[in-house]
């Protein structure tokens, strides 16, 4: 029998990741997860039990590369690592401090470069991999009052192609997702007139689903997914046609 694949998975105490944690389960793969407290991880081991989780600010690369040495004793460098860790801060320019902007920029785009840094070269020497970094349909298009994270999330689409590049040549992809908005907890807490005003530009007429995100993920950490490499992934109703 094939060892069963294993994934690594960060935010995966949140909205979409712990969704995600339950049908990566389904689907065979032994899953880490990671994120940020220890209550978050003994909540993870709760709702899946035997699923492996360690803590880890994923904003702090020394807690990173402990959490990743962490999974790899345990199950082996990952067929698949995706970085869905992540935060926002609805603001207009003029209130954004410095500490959001810095919050947001570490959160959101260093962490991805972090686990990145840390796992895709151990994927190279295994002889392949997939990545799958999180971005946001307001890192493709222009949004009101999110300029940081927009700006974070356009820049996880540039380490994604950059990485897409330097490690194609050693059978490791790696693929932005660009979801537009899903009613996690986090987001439903965000004013009502910002999330009617997306909701009015996805034909579909309706939000997103975190099934509709997993389904972009598992599709790509799948057989069918090996040949894409640097494409950024929106699962978003036709909000954005590029
Ligand atoms: N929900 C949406 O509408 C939406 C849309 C587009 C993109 N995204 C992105 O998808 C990802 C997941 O979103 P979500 O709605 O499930 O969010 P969420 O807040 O429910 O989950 C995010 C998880 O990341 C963890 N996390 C945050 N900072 C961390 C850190 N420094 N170290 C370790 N863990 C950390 C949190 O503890 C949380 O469990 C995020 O990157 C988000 O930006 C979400």
């Known amino acids: 029998m094939a060892a069963m694949k294993h994934v690594i998975v960060t935010g995966a105490g949140g909205g979409i990741g ?42 702090q690369s020394s807690e990173v ?3 990743v040495e962490q999974a790899m004793d345990a199950h082996g460098v990952p067929h698949g690592l995706v970085n869905l860790a992540g935060d926002n801060r609805l603001k207009p320019l003029e209130d954004i401090t410095d500490n959001d902007w810095h919050h ?29 970094n999180t971005s946001s349909i307001f890192g493709v298009r222009g949004v009101n009052n999110d300029a ?11 380490l994604t192609r950059a990485l897409a590049t330097e490690f194609g040549p050693a ?14 907890e986090r987001v439903k807490k965000m004013p009502k007139e910002h999330l009617d005003k997306q909701l009015s530009t996805i034909p579909l007429g309706r939000f997103s689903t975190e099934r509709d995100v997993n389904a972009t ?9 090996s040949f894409y490499t640097g494409q950024t992934f929106s699962p978003n109703g036709g909000d954005t046609m590029p």
């Open 18 to 59: 712990s969704a995600l944690v339950g049908d990566l389960r389904e689907d065979g793969y032994v899953v880490t997860g990671i994120d940020a407290s220890v209550e978050s991880s003994e909540r993870l081991r709760d709702r899946f039990p035997g699923v492996t989780a360690f803590h880890a600010d994923v904003t």
């Open 65 to 67: 590369d402990r959490a």
């Open 104 to 132: 947001l920029v570490e959160a959101n785009l260093s962490s991805a470069f972090y686990l990145c840094r840390a796992v895709m070269p151990r994927m190279r020497e295994a002889g392949g991999g997939r990545v799958i």
């Open 148 to 158: 940081a994270y927009a700006a974070a999330k356009a820049g996880v689409v540039g």
């Open 171 to 184: 059978q490791v992809t790696v693929n932005a997702i660009a979801p537009v908005v899903v009613l996690t």
């Open 217 to 225: 993920i598992q599709f790509l950490l799948s057989d069918g997914g």
